[in-house]
């Protein structure tokens, strides 16, 4: 009992890596005495690359920085038998324990030994996590709008909701859903946007709306692996979700496929707000491609590359559009009182019931509300909106018809996904992929129709590459770097056709001349128009927010005794580009408020309210992130395993190089005490005494990590762990923090009873980058935090308990928070 008690202490174990796995066991002969010395071999089914090792003096052999896969493992010794254990299923970041028996014989026999002792219980870990491989992957339904991909498993893992609200990734305009780029979960009640996304072990987490900066295809994943909780110290800047994903590496033989999915309205259920008398709207959604991968030097070198396309096009569905009926676009108003209970009297004032009487601007009544009769002319700019404005439909209302309007949508995706393989030697693996993601398009205003498309697009990239090198059976070193780049850009609606200037508006400043990529010119798009009670003429702002990320990490893991260590360091760069001004043609609202009927302030062009925003610099905005952990896994008896480790991550604030950015500061002093009567005021950043960042970052975000697991008998498992994580980035702060708007908007907000005909008082700010912007501008930013604060973090813990039914079933209960 004591050589055995001595040999389960003295197992080594070199812990899971981000993107590879361990096998290890320990190698006995029939009496079930250990075996050391005995020659242990190691080989990928699939490359047929092989790792051959020696047991230790316990009897103990470590194979490890192996790829995801399917193994064979082999064990021999002089006197013995060989024994084999094969198609051992090997996921990322796991560490089966396949035991070997010897049996007595002539080392030309061979012993086939069935590999259920390589537990599905995590009996040495005590993260919560859930894996799914690329059977999993391509045999579970996973097609939904946003196309056939591994970001739609998340919600299947327990804890991860869908954000409400949300959509999920959009088709077009860079993948962009409502609540970004697949940043939109929440994990046991954390915050959105706050996971950590780790491709082939490189982040690609881009720092403007958390997520990834890619979607791989489904057939281009080999794994798919979420951490929930309790990870190890290697793990951070998330607030709770991690999600891995290892793309497919080639093998020794050449495999490919070809796919093609497909939906359309004849397979689709009938839209809500469809007439079932009528044809459904049309619909197509044809998703095709194809992989191929095998090798270039058998045993040595491979490759593996895929394609996936997708087209989508088809009419929006919704409710039915509010228009002006033929009454009211001639000016006559008149039902308003006389469809209310009123009557007009022989002057034509309106009263009695509920009858309204209407006013022209300078409050006079208009006899029997016929603007025909005001002396104050109709809005020459409301005119020739009305003449665009849909006419028809069927009547629903006082002056109002419904109509059904179906404007189209387009949308194309183009998705590469190379990736080469090099095992140089059994001690050194490389590799390198790179993975592209282009979409781009359209969809129209109801009201402009083909005149009113608004144009967006995406361009996405993200490339890794790593180096392995095996020092020996106990000491292994891995480098990674990652490049990700998110470029998003989105145009008014009618850019490039329709401008403000069309329908009569001036005042407007040129809205594309300092934007790179697109096109100067007169015809920026349509402006904003609300009145109460019909649909908009919509306005979609403007986007154009290129982002990206660099990565480098190196961990080194040694095994000494009982003890499993691991140590490392991360630094990622982030860099954001901005320009965002969402009113840049204007947004006008009609309520009422000037003539008593918002339709009637309408064709006197005198608004409630209205906007027009200039973003006069272009926002870059830089940070470098660094962290440094140290995780030992010690086995304290044969059947408990404490997880322990430090992390230390450090956050520089971003840095504006161009002065586009500002915040709201209640008093400078405020911390310091100095000034208790100081005036609230805002800080452009970089101006004057004003520092060129948004927080003043902390040297203090330690993240402790600790847990246990507890195998008391055979198939049961209790496991306990606690954590502490910082998130990353998201927008231009740290997550969490309420951190000012990506950009400084100047402008002028247009107040009540201002008509639209006479030229705007829009004031334009200096267009230089280095000026600072004039105090007497209308200054526009979301949110205000104070410098000094300690960065957001979050607490996770759990309790689980495990059991195994047979060989491959496992239930698991706990409480996780």
Not at 446 to 458: A, D, H, Q, T, V
Not at 477 to 488: C, I, M, Q, T
Request: charged residues 15%; aromatic residues 10%; proline residues 6%.
């Amino acid at each position: 009992m004591s050589s055995l008690f001595f040999v389960l202490v003295c197992a080594p174990n070199l812990g899971a890596q981000q993107f590879y796995g361990t096998i290890t066991g320990t190698v006995t002969d029939p009496s079930g005495a250990v075996v050391p010395n005995a020659t242990v071999k190691v080989t990928n089914v699939d490359t047929n690359v092989t790792s051959t090792l020696k047991t230790n003096r316990a009897g103990v052999y470590v194979a490890s920085s192996l790829i995801v896969g399917t193994y064979r493992v082999e064990a021999e010794a002089a006197g013995f038998k060989k024994a084999v254990a094969d198609r051992i299923t090997l996921e990322v970041g796991a560490t089966p324990k396949v035991d070997l028996s010897l049996a007595v014989g002539r080392t030309t026999e061979v012993v086939e030994v069935t590999a259920a002792n390589a537990a599905i219980l995590q009996t040495e870990q005590t993260d919560l996590g859930q894996t799914m491989d690329t059977s999993r992957l391509q045999e579970l339904p996973t097609f939904s709008n946003a196309g056939r991909r591994p970001y739609n498993f998340l919600t299947l893992a327990a804890g991860v909701t869908q954000q409400t609200g949300c959509t999920g990734a959009g088709t077009g305009g860079g993948g962009l859903g409502s609540c970004g780029n697949d940043g939109n979960v929440r994990i046991s009640g954390s915050r959105p946007r706050t996971d950590d996304n780790i491709l082939d072990g490189a982040s690609i987490t881009p720092p403007v709306f958390g997520g990834q900066d890619v979607q791989p295809s489904v057939d281009a994943i080999q794994e798919f692996r979420i951490e929930q909780n309790s990870m190890s110290a290697e793990y951070g800047k998330a607030g709770g979700l991690i999600v891995i994903q290892v793309s497919k590496s080639g093998t020794n033989q050449f495999h490919g496929s070809a796919y093609e999915y497909n939906r359309n309205e004849n397979w689709d259920a009938r839209n809500y707000f469809e007439d079932p008398k009528v044809r459904k709207s049309p619909y197509n959604y044809n998703e095709f491609g194809g992989t191929i991968g095998g090798p270039i030097i058998k045993g040595k070198l491979f490759f593996f590359t895929d394609y996936e396309g997708i087209r989508q096009h088809g009419d929006t569905v919704g409710p039915n559009t509010l228009v002006p009926n033929s009454l009211f676009r001639s000016g006559d108003l008149g039902t308003l009182c006389t469809d209310n209970g009123g009557t007009f009297d022989a002057s034509g004032i309106c009263s009695g019931g509920n009858g309204q009487q209407i006013h022209d601007p300078n409050m006079n009544p208009i006899p029997f509300n016929n603007v025909a009769n005001a002396t104050t002319p109709v809005s020459l700019v409301s005119q020739a909106f009305l003449a665009i404005w849909p006419n028809g439909g069927s009547a629903i209302g006082i002056g109002t018809n419904s109509m059904t309007i179906n404007p189209p949508f387009s949308n194309t995706t183009n998705r590469f996904n190379p990736r080469v393989d090099l095992n140089f030697s059994q001690a050194d693996h490389l590799f390198t992929a790179f993975h592209t993601d282009y979409s781009s398009g359209f969809n129209y205003d109801i009201i402009l129709g083909p005149e009113g498309k608004s144009i967006s697009r995406g361009s996405n990239y993200a490339g890794t590459a790593g180096w392995t090198h095996t020092f020996t059976s106990t000491t292994l070193n891995e480098f990674r770097f990652g490049w990700g780049h998110h470029k998003g850009d989105r145009m008014p609606f009618g850019v490039g056709s329709v401008s403000p200037s069309a329908f009569g508006i001036s005042g407007i400043p040129n809205c594309l001349s300092s934007v790179p990529d697109t096109k100067s010119g007169a015809a920026c798009g349509t402006p904003g128009v609300a009145v109460n009670g019909y649909a908009d003429f919509l306005n979609s702002g403007m986007l154009y927010e290129p982002a990206t990320t660099l990565h480098f990490s190196d961990t080194l893991s040694k095994s000494v005794g009982r003890h499993s260590l691991k140590m490392g360091g991360q630094a990622d760069h982030y860099s954001i580009d901005n320009y965002q001004p969402n009113d840049v043609v204007g947004n006008f609202h009609f309520t009422g408020s000037v003539t008593g009927n918002a339709f009637s302030d309408f064709l006197f062009g005198v608004m409630n309210k209205g906007s027009v925003q200039v973003q006069p610099k272009f926002v870059s905005s830089r940070a470098w992130s660094y962290s440094l952990f140290l995780q030992d896994d010690i086995k304290l008896t044969p059947k408990l395993t404490l997880n322990a480790g430090l992390r230390w991550q450090y956050d520089q604030s971003f840095r504006e190089l161009h002065h586009g950015d500002a915040f709201f500061d209640p008093c400078a002093t405020l911390y310091s005490g100095r000034d208790p009567s100081c005036v609230p005021h805002w800080e452009q950043f970089g101006v004057g005494n004003t520092p060129d960042t948004t927080l003043d970052p902390s040297k203090h975000q330690f993240e402790p990590r600790i847990g246990l697991a507890w195998n008391p008998i055979g198939g049961f498992v209790v496991r306990a762990g606690y954590g502490i994580m910082h998130p990353g980035y998201v927008g231009h702060g740290r997550a969490g923090d309420g951190q000012p708007g990506p950009n400084l908007l100047l402008g002028s907000s247009l107040g009540k009873g201002t008509p639209w005909d006479s030229p705007l008082p829009v004031s334009v700010p200096p267009s230089d980058t280095t000026a600072p912007i004039p105090v007497n501008f209308l200054v526009s930013f979301s949110s205000w935090a104070p410098r000094k604060q300690y960065p957001t973090y979050t607490q996770l813990w759990n309790l689980t308990v495990q059991k195994q039914f047979g060989r491959d079933t496992t239930a698991q209960i706990g409480y996780v928070g």
